[in-house]
């Protein structure tokens, strides 16, 4: 199967691309959210759009996968217990950090 790669600009600025961003800006300090919630059924979609946002107001820290893992590890990690986000172990407590829907 050929993977098509779509460049990070033209996949940023498509009205799907930006309904994620602004889902990822709503995210308050102190929660968390998964790709999934940003990007309902299709959270691979997600990861692309963050990789490629290079905004450093984008709390793009605070996306994470749905088992509470981290997508960026260590600078990731620091970044949400800078905000008061609970782990237990290496992954997010989602129970307590998740925004509720």
């Keep these: ?6 460049p990070f600009w033209r996949v940023n600025h ?3 691309a930006e309904r994620v961003v602004e889902r990822v800006r709503a995210i308050p ?3 968390v959210r998964t790709y999934g919630d ?3 059924g299709a959270p691979r ?10 905004a450093e107001d984008l709390p793009w820290h605070r ?6 893992s ?7 990690r620091r ?3 800078e905000e008061g986000i609970p782990f237990t172990g290496e992954r997010v407590d989602m129970r307590a950090a998740r925004l509720p829907d």
Excluded: N
């Design 45 to 54: 979609f997600a990861g692309t759009v963050l990789s490629g946002a290079h």
């Design 14 to 16: 498509t009205p799907r």
């Design 79 to 81: 970044l949400l217990e």
């Design 38 to 40: 940003v990007s309902p």
């Design 29 to 31: 300090p102190g929660f």
């Design 63 to 68: 996306v994470v996968r749905a088992d509470g």
């Design 1 to 6: 199967m050929r993977t098509l790669r779509v």
């Design 70 to 76: 981290l997508a960026k590890g260590v600078r990731q």
